[in-house]
């Protein structure tokens, strides 16, 4: 394999788990909510954040 399809694999690889890493930390980083059993939450989630900004925008 030449050095310039290894370095395109290498570049490929970093921006595919980087994208998989970001989602991953966008969708976990919303959820706040109490879970003590695993069979759903104890209370309504908190409203995420485009949800917040759209009742703000409905206010004014």
Not at 26 to 35: G, I, N, T, V
Not at 36 to 49: A, F, Q, S, T, Y
Request: glycine content about 14%.
């Amino acid at each position: 394999m030449s050095g310039g399809a290894m370095v395109f694999m290498a570049v490929a690889w970093i921006a595919v788990l980087g994208t998989t890493g970001w989602s991953f930390y966008r969708l976990m980083a919303d959820k706040q909510h109490f879970d003590p059993d695993g069979i759903g939450p104890g209370e309504p989630p908190v409203p995420g954040r485009v949800e917040r900004e759209a009742a703000a925008k409905r206010k004014k």
